[in-house]
């Protein structure tokens, strides 16, 4: 039996099934999603949820800078510089509730999510 909604057991045992990849793409596919809602959150001037968006896109970047292999060197370097760029802008853009750096940042968060899953693509010989 279900204690609660059988939607969020089954996301949570999608993510508890996840590979290390499979949940790499998942995040960023959040972090495009939410910085998404985020930006119309400010449009509609629901402040509190663009904020609670913004900042669960921030902590996706720094998973992802976290979780970089440290030994695969200037690829580290250059995603990291990446990623903390982007987090940056996105403190900004929380702190200013400001639509045009969100407007800058998201092909960045785009970017990152399409190189991944090109990446993924090409370890499974596609």
């Known amino acids: 039996m279900y204690n609660g909604n059988p939607y969020n ?12 990849e ?5 995040l960023v596919d959040g972090a495009v999603k939410y910085t998404k809602i985020a930006r119309l959150a400010i449009e509609r001037k629901d ?3 663009a904020h609670t968006e913004l900042v669960r896109v921030q902590d ?3 998973e992802l800078m976290v979780t970089l292999d440290r030994n695969a060197g200037q690829a580290y370097e250059d995603l990291f510089r990446v ?4 987090k940056s802008r996105l403190v900004q853009a929380n702190i ?4 045009a750096i969100i407007d800058e940042v998201l092909p960045l968060i785009e970017n990152v999510r399409d190189t991944w899953y090109e990446v993924s693509k090409k370890a499974k010989g596609l």
Do not use: P
């Open 47 to 49: 402040i509190a949820r």
């Open 22 to 26: 499979q949940l790499l793409l998942m």
């Open 60 to 62: 996706i970047f720094t």
């Open 83 to 86: 990623y903390e760029y982007i």
């Open 9 to 20: 057991a089954y996301k949570q045992n999608t993510v508890k099934m996840a590979s290390k």
């Open 96 to 99: 200013k509730k400001d639509v």
